[in-house]
């Protein structure tokens, strides 16, 4: 039985072999961005298979994240006595800056990149990759690429409509169960919005798009195991992209929102 101290330095080998395993797959994505035109059908597929899918999921938890960050900031509100007319203000700031960009994120990972490691998984075991490279066919340019690039395109076009969604949920919560009108909700979401707040919302959303598209495929690449394998991997991938999207949220907090 190995002791603690083995076990964390097991742990930390393990981790730094991945982090080396994800860094190789991440420049070899980049080199097969030269193929783009060859594979623009594939990108295109998966655009529509991983983006546009998911849309439903995120209009609908957007609602609901709009609507409780309405609700909880009228809470506190009245809690410090301050006015409920920075209702439209608080919800404004926080869907956007925060809460649309990494909800989103983090549930896309959970259906997107839960799915890219079972599917790439389900071909590794099946030695279906094994079979394209030996017809000459590079996995890299046919898998990976397209959808790491559909994961970094479309996490920002969603996390767009989550704070469409949300900041009407809000608004929703705020005029039936709150008692504020809809023009004092949206005068204060007005005059607090700022673009540099929603560009560098979109920045983060797409740095979190290519974590869930290369945590997946890399996943997916290792697998090993038959069916038993698939499982560990997609739990892998959910696990790794939701940890790396709340600590480069707080590595694009502290760079992009200085105090």
């Keep these: 039985m190995a002791s603690p101290l083995e076990g964390l330095g097991r742990r930390g080998v393990d981790f730094v072999v991945t982090l080396g395993g994800m860094t190789i797959m991440l420049g070899r994505f980049v080199i097969a961005l030269k193929d783009i035109p060859r594979s623009f ?3 295109t597929q998966q655009i529509y298979t991983l983006g546009v899918q998911s849309l439903p999921l995120i209009v609908i938890i957007s609602v609901f994240v709009g609507a409780v960050s309405a609700w909880q900031a009228a809470y506190q509100f009245k ?7 920075y209702l439209g203000h608080a919800v404004g700031k926080a869907v956007v800056i925060e809460l649309a960009p990494v909800l989103s ?10 799915g890219i490691a079972a599917e790439l998984g389900t071909m590794k ?27 970094v395109l479309m996490v920002p076009f969603l ?3 989550a704070n469409f969604v949300a900041i009407m949920g809000g608004l929703v919560v705020s005029v039936l169960g709150v008692d504020v009108s ?8 007005r005059n607090s919005f700022k673009m540099v707040d929603l560009v560098n919302g979109l920045v983060k959303a797409a740095v979190f798009g290519s974590i869930i598209g290369l945590v997946g ?10 069916a038993e394998g698939v499982g560990k991997a997609t739990t892998s991938s959910v696990v790794i992209s939701s940890v790396g999207i709340l600590v480069f949220n707080f590595i694009f907090a502290v760079i992009l929102f200085r105090i």
């Design 105 to 114: 994120a983090i549930v896309f990972a959970g259906r997107v990149g839960a």
């Design 159 to 161: 996390v767009i409509f």
């Design 125 to 151: 075991v099946t030695e279906q990759i094994d079979a394209l490279e030996s017809m000459g066919i590079s996995p890299i340019r046919y898998l990976v690429m397209p959808r790491i690039l559909a994961c």
């Design 217 to 226: 495929c890399y996943e997916g690449f290792q697998t090993r195991g038959g």
């Design 41 to 43: 059908g594939i990108i």
């Design 182 to 189: 809809s023009e004092t909700f949206l005068s204060g979401f």
């Design 79 to 85: 809690f410090i006595g301050a006015p409920l007319h």
